[in-house]
């Protein structure tokens, strides 16, 4: 039987830090409020597209599987936030790797999107389609965040992973998974402005209104995320003891450790990057893969469990075999440019770039979807 182990990782933060902080110099909040309620103390702006965010972060998991951009049959893109609707961005990415025998695909499920990536490219690998694939998560989302609206604002940041994968007969790579969605509940967040709904010219395209439902989206994701995971663990014959490190997505801790005691795991097996990086969507479980990684926190041919949910409300989680190495092939110089502004300054800008301040909002609000919810 073939699988598709994980043989390359790597990552790739903006260095600009925005703290809770500098975040109460212009909305009403406090490092008491955001720290208590989620965990976070700071999260990273990037000064960079999602495209050179996360060419960073494939350069270095290809050179850390000591594989060759042109190696590659796949790459899939894994973001909400992506460069542009059409092209695609993948496309972006398998133009500026030089991955020319590369297809190239988006997947967005919001926070989840990594991870359904994950899936895709795993079972074109396990059925023999492909033989290596390059699986992005990455979100650039402050461009498009509405920093008047201390309800979100304060909970997301920007960053980007990847892995690579490669054909394998040992049993490592993703074993199971468990994909859902509860889409009744998909109006608990939307944002209002980022889609083709948007394009008429009745609001000025990029200025966005959030939608969201904090407390719902935070039952739901317990209940998703920990069902997900009761259902892979049992359906690949393993329970939560077998588990090495439980690598969850990252919205608010108090969410981790619902999840965490509802699987009757203890929090020394969860690792976290809330406190320093806030809810990167996509990019928040590969990130915390390869920061474990970096930590020695995955022990070769250990048990992982990826719990996960996002907008949708689509919700995962995938139990992965870790394969015998956990240290990188080999390193590379390639790099960001570095920032030229503070993380302050790009946020005061995105804000005045929109002309939010003050602004009306019954544009968005006149905006009429068909659909319901
Ligand atoms: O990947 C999908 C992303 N979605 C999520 O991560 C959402 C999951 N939900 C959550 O993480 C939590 O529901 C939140 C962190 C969003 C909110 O926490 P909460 O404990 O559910 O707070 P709340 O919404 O009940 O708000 C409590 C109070 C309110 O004030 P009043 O009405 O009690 O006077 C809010 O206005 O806290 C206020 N508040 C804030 N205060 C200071 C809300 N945001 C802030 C803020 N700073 N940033």
């Known amino acids: 039987m073939t699988y598709a182990a994980i043989t390359g990782w790597g990552k790739c933060m903006p260095p600009a830090v925005l703290s809770n902080a500098d975040l109460a110099t212009f909305m009403d909040t406090d490092d008491e409020w955001i720290s208590t309620r989620t965990g976070i103390r700071e999260r990273r702006v990037s000064h960079v ?54 297809a190239a695909m988006d997947v967005n499920t919001a926070c989840t999107s990594f991870l359904y990536s994950l899936s895709t490219a795993n079972a074109l690998i396990r059925t023999g389609a492909i033989k290596s694939a390059l699986v992005v998560g990455v979100e650039v989302i402050a461009p498009f965040m509405d920093w008047h609206n201390r309800n979100v604002a304060v909970l997301f940041g920007d960053g980007a992973a990847a892995v690579v994968l490669q054909a394998s007969e040992r049993p490592e790579g993703v074993l199971g998974e468990k994909l859902g969605c509860y889409a009744d509940a998909r109006q608990t967040l939307r944002v209002r402005g980022t889609g083709l709904a948007y394009a008429s010219g009745a609001v000025t395209y990029g200025d966005t209104l959030w939608d969201f439902d904090g407390q719902e989206i935070f039952k739901r994701a317990v209940v998703g995320m920990s069902h997900a995971s009761a259902d892979v663990l049992s359906r690949c014959g393993h329970g939560i003891d077998d588990i090495g490190l439980i690598v969850p997505h990252q919205a608010n801790l108090r969410i981790i450790e619902f999840v965490a005691r509802k699987l009757g795991a203890s929090m020394d097996k969860v690792f976290l990057t809330i406190q320093r990086y806030g ?95």
């Open 49 to 102: 597209s999602g495209v050179d965010l996360s060419h960073v972060a494939s350069v270095r998991a290809l050179a850390c599987a000591g594989l060759a951009a042109t190696d590659l049959d796949l790459i899939v893109y894994g973001s909400c936030s992506n460069d542009e609707q059409i092209p695609n961005t993948a496309s972006g990415l398998q133009y500026k790797l030089g991955a020319t025998h590369a």
């Open 279 to 373: 809810n990167m969507s996509a990019a928040t479980v590969p990130v915390a893969l390869v920061e474990a990684l970096e930590e020695g926190r995955v022990a070769p041919n250990s048990l992982l469990l990826t719990p996960a949910f996002g907008g949708g409300l689509t919700w995962c989680s995938h139990l992965i075999r870790w394969g015998e190495r956990t240290t990188p092939r080999d390193g590379t110089d390639v790099d960001l440019p570095p920032p030229t502004r503070s993380a302050l300054e790009m946020v005061r800008q995105f804000m005045a770039n929109k002309g939010t301040a003050g602004r009306s909002t019954a544009g968005l609000n006149a905006v009429r979807f068909a659909e319901s919810p």
